[in-house]
């Protein structure tokens, strides 16, 4: 089956770090670019970044510029989001998502998301 | 940055209706553009892809239209299972790339 599994969410204080991963199963996963995606509660989807195929380019929205990192271990099957110096405002549930390039690069897989919490 | 409007943000509809949902691009996105829905508590699933292709597995009664700057999303006869919050994004330029604000579809 193909899926992809977040977890390391949790609470956190401002200022903190948090690393969360997404576990891929079912296809080739070194074959796809993968995003992170967010979305606070009762909002929308917010996108957060994004890596290619072998990990060498990467991209990311201002808001988290700085301060997010993504990589990926292709050995693993895993996608990270180290998350450092975090505020309030990153408080939502996180997704992962499979950008299919068959599909026009849509995410056709997404993970059942992980909530990140930040909060004194 | 390429903005999406999204329209109308809620929508109340009946079982067996048709409804379309609006989405118009800040800048010509050709046709890197895809639908989604969402329902309570669950990740999105992708419905339409490059404007007007369904995804596998989805029913044939969402269609997707357009591409340049407006697309549309039609549910031919609505079903009761299709109350979600519906989002398009764009694909075609990023970073960022960026989503619709959404579309919740309520039972009237």
């Known amino acids: 089956e193909v899926q992809l599994v977040e977890s390391g969410g949790g609470l956190v204080q401002p200022g903190g770090s948090l690393r969360l991963s997404c576990a891929a199963s079912g296809f080739t996963f070194s074959t796809y670019w993968m995003h992170w995606v967010r979305q606070a509660p009762g909002k929308g989807l917010v996108w957060v970044s994004r890596i290619n195929d072998d990990g060498s380019s990467t991209n990311y929205a201002d808001s988290v510029k700085g301060r997010f990192t993504i990589s990926r271990d292709n050995a693993k099957n895993t996608v990270y989001l180290q998350m450092n110096s975090l505020r309030v405002e990153d408080t939502t549930v996180y997704y992962c998502?499979?950008?299919?390039?068959?599909?026009?690069?849509?995410?056709?897989?997404w993970g059942q998301g992980t909530m990140v919490t930040v909060s004194s | 940055d390429i903005q999406l409007t999204q329209s109308p943000s809620f929508l109340s509809a009946s079982v067996g209706d048709r409804v379309t949902i609006t989405c118009r691009a800040s800048?010509?996105?050709?046709?890197?553009f895809a639908w989604y829905q969402q329902k309570p508590g669950k990740a999105p699933k992708l419905l339409i892809y490059g404007a007007t292709t369904l995804q596998r597995g989805v029913p044939s009664r969402f269609s997707g239209s357009g591409s340049g700057t407006e697309f549309t999303l039609t549910i031919s006869s609505l079903q009761p299972e299709d109350f979600a919050t519906y989002y398009c994004?764009?694909?075609?330029?990023?970073?960022?790339?960026?989503f619709g604000q959404g579309t919740k579809l309520e039972i009237k």
């Open positions: 800048q010509d996105i050709s046709s890197y």
């Open positions: 998502a499979r950008a299919n390039w068959g599909l026009n690069d849509a995410f056709d897989i």
């Open positions: 994004q764009q694909l075609n330029s990023f970073p960022p790339l960026t």
